[in-house]
């Protein structure tokens, strides 16, 4: 049975493990390499940390980034989450989503922005079946291992913050 959790600095080597193979799979980032437990820790806003968890095994976590530093942008965040990938295609990456989505509006953010590449429709299902919509298409945005790639935009407008 999954159980959903808050993280801290005692599940970074399993954070870390996931977050390679994100990167390792070349469909989740623009990121090259996995940055240290305080570049990681500044990077991600301290609320809304979440984990999924199997007889004590990390084997997924989402967080927020903070989108603007300016007030008016302090109910918008970005979503990153990331499922191992021998828990992929369980349904773990929906518990999450949805205990993330839950959370963030109990933390009083109204909006989630993701940035997904079109070429992973698995990261594509995940948000559209928690109420994101593509709201923008980036072309040629950003190399990744020298090659152009584009992004989509997705968002979602959360119904219980007006």
């Known amino acids: 049975m999954s159980r959903i959790h808050e993280l801290s600095a005692k599940h970074w080597p399993s954070i870390r493990q996931i977050y390679a193979e994100g990167i390792d799979s070349g469909l989740a980032t623009f990121e090259t390499e996995v940055p240290d437990w305080n570049t990681w820790h500044q990077k991600y806003l301290p609320q809304c940390r979440l984990g999924i968890s199997e007889a004590g095994h990390l084997l997924g976590w989402a967080a927020l980034l903070a989108v603007s530093g300016r007030e008016v942008y302090r109910g918008v965040a970005e979503l990153s989450i990331y499922i191992s990938a021998k828990a992929r295609g369980k349904g773990l990456g929906t ?35 928690a109420g994101f ?22 968002e979602r407008r959360s119904n219980r913050i007006h």
């Open 95 to 129: 518990q999450l989503m949805n205990a993330l989505v839950k959370a963030s509006e109990e933390e009083g953010f109204w909006m989630l922005q993701a940035v997904v590449f079109p070429q992973n429709p698995a990261s594509r299902r995940l948000h559209e079946s």
């Open 133 to 154: 919509r593509e709201v923008g298409y980036r072309e040629r945005i950003a190399k990744l291992n020298g090659e152009w790639q584009n992004t989509l935009l997705l």
